[in-house]
C-alpha cells in the first residue's frame, strides 16, 4: 500500500487552509524511500539522522535505510508539504534540517514554490527573524519568498519551538539560540 492511500490522519493542507497539490517530489521521495505507507516517518527518520538531531525518538524498526539520491534540501521541503500529515514536529524537523551554511537559499527558494510550500517556510523564517535576522536560509526567504496565503495566529508552531531557550545562567541571561542542523564531517551535498 502507498502512502497516498493509507494516510488516514489529516493532512496539514487542512490546517493552513489548503488543497494539497499533486507533488512530484512526494512521488520522487516514495520512490525512493520503499517506505510505503510510512513515508511520513521515513522523511522524519532521515532527516532526524542527517542533522536534525535535537527531535532524536525512537522510530519503526523496519524503516528502510537512508537514500541520498534525495538531497537534504528535498527533504527538509518534504516535511514542509501539505499532504503530510498534521503533525508540528514534521516543520521543526525540517527547519532544524534547513538551518545549515550548506544549504543554497536559492535552491530552496525555487523549490518551495515548485512544491508550494512557501506559507510554511515563510513562517519558519518570521520566526527566525526573532532569533538571529541574519541567519541563512531564512534570511533570503524571507526577502525572496512570499507565502501563499496569510495565516491567523497560531497556525502553525509558536517561534519558540524553533529555538533553544537558555534564560538565566550564573553567567547572565542569555539569549534564545536558532536550532541549528548538526553538522558532521563529510555531510553529503544539500542541494537538490
Known sequence: MSFWESSIRPPLARR???TPHLSPLLRKAERLSGAGEHLDEWLLKVAIRRGAGHYERPMRPTLPSDNTELSDVELGVALCLAQLPDDP????VASQLLSSPKVEPKELVRLARMERVETVLC???AACARVDKNLEPWATVRRDLKPRRMLAEGTL???TRFAALIGLTRHGKMPPQWIKR???PGDHPVHA
Open 123 to 125: 513562517h519558519i523564517a
Open 157 to 159: 508552531s509558536h517561534w
Open 16 to 18: 493552513l487552509g489548503e
Open 182 to 184: 548538526d553538522e558532521q
Open 89 to 92: 514536529v514534521f516543520v521543526r
